[in-house]
């Protein structure tokens, strides 16, 4: 069986295709913007064009406009390929990450919208504990739970937090995927904010 990963929910782009559980052909690159651009070239270097039994995609939190391109390239080629198509949250990749390296319950900070960062909770089982919040970053440091933080806030996060911190410095990376468990995946495909929209409706 063949899966592809996709990974589009901040400044890295990322795909990785696995066979059997293993990782048989994988780019990531650190892009900032045109993640339009450089997705679905990405995907036709792997082996076979990346053509798989089952696609996973991010569902976010992070960049709006990210999340909404890795999402229409994997539900075209859902749709292409007769393949189904499952999301994962973006923090709970970041976690996975982290805990295949160290593990142990670990805290999630990332990059959010307008000064304030993306946390969330992960027990020692890749499971959420809490809710995605978007924080200020002295919100972030009083709700920050656990000795080890991960993603790319987490020197920022560990710099004001009492106590012996270990900071992971990480972006999402498809090949983490296939260490996310079955109960993170989501057949619904609907993106993860973790934040109210900035546009509003205007008043009456």
Known sequence: MRMLAIETATEACSV??????????????????????????????LPGKGRA???????????????????ATARALGVAWGTPVRGYPTLALVAAIAQAETAGPVTVSMNGGHGEWFLQEFAADGLPETEVRSLDPEEARLAARHPVVAGNRAAQLAEGLDGPRRALDILPDARGVGSMGERLLMDQLSPIYGRPPDAKLPGA
């Not at 066979?19 to 651009?37: K, P």
Request: proline fraction near 4%.
């Open 16 to 45: 990785a295709l696995f066979e059997d559980g293993d990782v048989i052909g994988s780019f990531h690159e650190t892009i900032g913007r045109g993640h339009a651009e450089r997705l679905v070239p990405m995907i036709a270097e």
């Open 53 to 71: 039994d089952e696609i996973r995609v991010s569902l976010g939190p992070g960049s709006f406009t990210g999340v909404r391109i890795g999402l």
